[in-house]
């Protein structure tokens, strides 16, 4: 028994200067593609070949077509519980701020430069998102 493939190829037009001209229904094909992935958007884009900066656009210009044409806000801030330490719950005594996340897991955080890794953290975990 033998199987066919669809093979058909869409050839994409380019610009003056060499852009690619991706039609809207591929982009949302693509996008609808990164959706189910679970990847960030970085990594979604060079997988696929396509330049972030790109890729971004896309996603931005359909966050706004959803909304109506309207810049879509951010989501509003969801609370997590953190606590000041005061010295013995830090390594080698240090004070700091624990945030429970939840589930047992505790973050600890003892100066600026953890703090702002911290931040990206939650923000890659959805901490603070609906």
Not at 54 to 70: E, I, S
Not at 71 to 76: D, F, I, L, R, T
């Amino acid at each position: 028994m033998t199987t066919t493939k669809d093979t058909r190829l869409e050839i994409l037009k380019q610009d003056g200067i060499g852009r690619v001209r991706t039609p809207r229904a591929l982009q949302e094909a693509i996008l609808q593609e990164y959706d189910r992935s679970g990847m960030s958007g970085q990594q979604f884009a060079q997988l696929h070949g396509i330049k972030y900066q790109t890729f971004a656009t896309w996603v931005q210009k359909r966050r706004k077509r959803k909304a109506g044409g309207h810049a879509v806000s951010s989501p509003p801030v969801r609370w997590v519980e953190a606590e000041v330490g005061g010295g013995g719950g830090m390594q080698g005594g240090r004070s700091g701020l624990v945030v429970e996340l939840g589930r047992g897991t505790l973050l600890r955080v003892g100066d600026e430069l953890e703090a702002k890794l911290a931040a990206v953290l939650l923000g890659h975990l959805g901490v603070g998102r609906c």
